[in-house]
């Protein structure tokens, strides 16, 4: 199958990386807003201007979308779902009932496919959390983040005004993780979970009072959150905070018996050195999937959820029941 890449960030990289590797893909480019001549990718692939991608329709199978959740996807997911079967990782939770529409109105009025919000979660804690919660549905799920870089909240902080770079760290707190894990099945508020950690590199003369003011109030990213801004140098951010690290687990805690006798816990982590290669494997997974959907006559938006786990894997069902079942 035929694999295009649309924005060409950290993201960007990590599809790049998991479709060169992929037995039964090809990469046909990365697509930018950026001038494509300034563009060196990383394994050679070819780079064109994003408004020049329809002319390339009859080459391309699958979009890969690799751009923001806070602006970005929200209006290139259905617009490019219009003429393309399309992948992204939106991942704003609160929002995705709301984009998952738009997607879908898009992919079914042009009879194309869109699979939304894919990468780990949401995407395979999503998974977790369903598969652990129908096995135990008398129970409590809790989720944690981290310590890691959130590249969708980095994301969001560049874009305010006055901001030249970002990190922004997800923090776990231990004491709620091991409330969790107790069995105790405990209420924890958002923000008793996690705190937020914000390294800014600021603009020459922005106003950082201001700055932090926009971060520690940004709905659906800070506002429930304990969020420490630390403005610093480009030096200090690309000494200390260059690598994009980030992890977290799912705990589901629950009952079964006929008295709710017996305790069960249920697991699932991650441990990343790179999220954006992760992402983007899990990214070119789904790209599969919804390449195989498609050419069934699927039509429309799905999620996660809605893929048949055979068809992520290049595996053959054959070879998935003799190696994995």
């Not at 890691?148 to 231990?174: F, K, L, M, N, W």
Request: proline residues 5%; hydrophobic residues 40%; aromatic residues 8%.
């Amino acid at each position: 199958m035929k694999v295009a890449i649309a924005g060409y960030g950290n993201l960007g990289r990590g599809v790049e990386a998991a479709v060169t590797n992929a037995p039964d893909m090809e990469l046909v480019g990365v697509f930018t807003r950026r001038d494509p001549s300034a563009v060196k990718t990383v394994t050679g692939a070819p780079a064109y201007k994003i408004v020049d991608i329809d002319d390339h329709a009859d080459r391309i199978d699958v979009v890969v979308i690799c751009g923001g959740s806070a602006t970005d996807l929200p209006q290139q997911t259905p617009e490019l779902a219009k003429h393309f079967v399309v992948v992204d990782s939106f991942d704003t939770h609160a929002n995705i009932p709301t984009h998952f529409a738009n997607v879908d109105a898009a992919a079914r009025e042009a009879g194309t496919l869109g699979i939304i919000s894919c990468g780990w979660d949401p995407g395979l804690f999503s998974l977790a959390r369903l598969y652990a919660s129908a096995a135990l549905p008398q129970g409590a799920d809790y989720t944690f983040w981290g310590r890691g870089v959130s590249q969708g909240h980095s994301d969001a902080i560049r874009r305010i005004p006055g901001v030249a770079d970002a990190r922004q760290y997800t923090v776990p707190v231990e004491s709620a993780v091991q409330a969790a894990r107790s069995g105790k099945n405990p209420e924890l508020t958002t923000r008793q979970k996690h705190t937020r950690e914000c390294f800014v590199v600021a603009e020459e003369g922005a106003d950082l009072e201001a700055i932090e003011k926009a971060i520690v109030t940004m709905p659906n990213y800070f506002a429930d959150y304990d969020t420490t801004v630390t403005f610093i140098s480009q030096e200090e951010l690309n000494k200390n905070h260059a690598g994009l690290p980030h992890g977290g687990t799912v705990i589901r805690s629950g009952r079964t018996g006929v008295d709710g006798e017996y305790a069960n816990t249920v697991e699932f982590s991650l441990s990343l050195d790179s999220n954006p290669h992760f992402t983007g494997s899990v990214l070119a997974s789904v790209a599969r999937a919804a390449y195989r959907m498609h050419e069934e006559g699927k039509t429309g938006a799905y999620t996660m959820f809605d893929i048949p786990p055979a068809l992520l894997s290049p595996l053959s069902a054959e070879e998935l029941r003799a190696h994995l079942m």
